[in-house]
């Protein structure tokens, strides 16, 4: 296909409708690797639907919105001015700070003149006789380049129930993962939560400060660990700054990619008393730390996870008040760590206060949505607002929103009707120089720790290209396939499939095939693996001009 010209510019981009990259999404991995092609000399231009830079921390500035990971790990690791000159606030970094933290990075490193705003690419297209892909804009714009980076987000697509009567509503709702700019009054109202993932967990304990009433609709409890914020002082900063070299190399050899040191320590290594101590040290340590610094077992052991399952659960009965509520609060049918665990900062002590009640879904499901608020059953609760907080299709989700044409014009949405297939994470059969960033089967853990592994690898791979005068590339079918039974074989080994609904699995979207999302096999094996795919005379990979790989 051919690029169209156009007369004059009009965009910081209509001069050069010909580049050698282009990336969709200005979050932290499209960002990423818009530095990359620029720090190699490379002609590229961002695509972002958002009027502003940074993806998920764009969209979701719901009430109590902040990272999981403790800030300083979850940052740029390529930049020392970055890490010299900016200062993380808190132990874990509000939604408004990570915000900033972009901004911040993108004057810094002069990104924003190279990102069109408020531009959804609605279909990206690969023309075999060029080895080149067309991106078509909303708009009907047209722009082509060597290189197509999907960096859509792992997390971007909100997904809402198909709620029957949901345009009857006549009060406010709100989609947390599309919170408007503004923010929402929700001061003295009647607020539902739909929802008790790792969203709804955060936003519960703020709303009920503001709002008259907060009835939380839950499904499914989850296993909520403290996360023990801070205000990190000066001198803990200066100390992070000095020892930044050992944090990432810690961070890349954890298996989830954070800086946490290893718990070298098994289920039998201990006295049940001990291993009570070690649990208690870790629920005071706050975040995943009682995951990762406790037991390496947790989730592959079910003795150890059981342990561990009911700690938690003794935990909520001694936070929260009402027995009953504790109760319905307690996870039973799945076991930590098959289902991502949200941090809670006071979560289950919200609902010690008389604003705050639970509604249980799990066996009377939400029935419809009326003008005046929600039926479960029989029972109409009323309420001014609806908030929903119920997940998103995650990894392949927002790929289906484009339409994605390969080789011979094969439709990824057609390719991944049955599940995604990739190889690494990184690259599809049949869709040449089409490189994913956070992409499904790409790593689960510390996302900036997973999009620099990403990233260095496509950087790897597009110089190798250039130095062997390749000009396409493309993951062998055999390879796709290892892949994907490489990733089996991991979430097998552990409790994901016993995670009921989980995103990490697809289950939560009605519809979609079940399938493992992420490889779990740890980051540092995975970067082995990239490695070792880049090492390997790219045997992994058909690569040359793509009239000669067509025909496999
Ligand atoms: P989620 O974990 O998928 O949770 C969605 C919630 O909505 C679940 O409680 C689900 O119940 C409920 N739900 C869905 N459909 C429902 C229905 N028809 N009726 C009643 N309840 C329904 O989504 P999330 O909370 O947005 O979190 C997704 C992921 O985003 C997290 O696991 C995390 O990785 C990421 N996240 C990260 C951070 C952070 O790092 N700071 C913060 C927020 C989110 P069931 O469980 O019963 O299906």
Excluded at 156 to 169: L, M, V
Excluded at 196 to 202: N, R
Excluded at 300 to 315: C, G, H, L, M, Q
């Amino acid at each position: 296909m051919a690029h169209t010209e156009t007369p004059g510019p009009e965009t910081p981009h209509e001069a050069t409708r010909r580049l050698d990259a282009i990336v969709i999404g200005a979050g932290l991995g499209g960002l990423r690797a818009l530095h990359e092609f620029r720090s190699k000399g490379l002609s590229v231009a961002a695509f972002e639907a958002a009027p502003d830079l940074g993806g998920t921390w764009y969209w979701n500035r719901y009430p109590g919105a902040r990272t999981d990971s403790e800030s300083w790990t979850y940052a740029y690791a390529f930049s020392q001015e970055l890490q010299d000159e900016w200062d993380w606030p808190e132990r874990f970094a509000t939604q408004a700070d990570m915000y900033a933290y972009l901004c911040f990075a993108a004057e810094k490193h002069g990104w924003r003149d190279h990102i069109e705003f408020d531009t959804r690419v609605s279909a990206a297209t690969f023309d075999e006789t060029t080895n080149r892909w067309t991106i078509t804009t909303q708009d009907g714009r047209q722009f082509s380049a060597q290189f197509l980076v999907t960096a859509l987000g792992l997390l971007s697509r909100p997904y809402i129930p198909a709620f029957a009567g949901i345009n009857d509503f006549q009060g406010d709702w709100f989609v947390t993962g599309r919170w408007p700019s503004e923010g929402a009054d929700l001061a003295g109202k009647r607020v539902a939560v739909i929802g008790t993932g790792a969203t709804g967990v955060q936003a519960v304990p703020l709303v009920a400060k503001v709002a008259d009433h907060v009835s939380v609709f839950q499904r499914t409890p989850n296993f909520v660990l403290p996360a023990r914020n801070y205000t990190l002082t000066d001198f803990e900063r200066e100390q992070i700054r000095r020892d930044y070299d050992e944090i990432w190399a810690m961070a890349r050899r954890h298996p989830l990619g954070y800086a946490f040191p290893r718990a070298n320590r098994r289920r039998g290594d201990v006295t049940p008393e001990e291993h009570r101590q070690v649990l208690e040290a870790g629920w005071e340590a706050g975040g995943f730390r009682f995951l990762y610094e406790t037991f390496d077992d947790i989730t592959t052991d079910p003795e150890a996870n059981a342990i561990a399952s009911e700690f938690v659960r003794e935990k909520i009965r001694a936070i929260v008040k009402d027995p009953a509520t504790a109760e319905l609060l307690c996870p039973k049918d799945h076991p930590l760590g098959s289902k991502r665990p949200p941090l809670g900062h006071f979560y289950y002590e919200a609902f010690n206060r008389e604003n705050v009640e639970i509604v249980d879904v799990s066996r009377e499901p939400i029935s419809r949505i009326t003008p005046r608020g929600i039926t479960v059953g029989n029972v109409e609760h009323e309420v001014d607002v609806i908030i929903f907080a119920t997940g998103f299709d995650a990894g392949s989700g927002s790929y289906d929103l484009i339409d994605i044409r390969g080789r011979g014009g094969q439709a990824l949405r057609e390719a991944w009707a049955s599940g995604a297939r990739t190889h690494l994470g990184l690259m599809a059969h049949a869709f040449p120089n089409m490189f994913m960033i956070s992409g499904p089967q790409s790593p689960f853990g510390n996302i900036p720790v997973v999009v620099e592994a990403a990233v260095t690898w496509i950087g790897r791979c597009v110089e190798r290209m250039r130095a062997s005068s390749i000009d396409a590339i493309e993951p062998r079918r055999s390879a796709v396939r290892e892949w994907h039974e490489r990733l089996t074989k991991f979430a097998n080994m552990t409790v994901l499939p016993q995670g009921t609904r989980s995103w990490m699995l697809g289950g939560n979207i009605p519809g979609k095939a079940p399938d493992v999302l992420f490889y779990f096999g740890g980051v540092g094996t995975y970067v082995k693996a990239c490695d070792a795919a880049l090492e390997n005379d790219l045997a992994d990979f058909h690569t040359g001009r793509v009239r000669d790989t067509a025909a496999v």
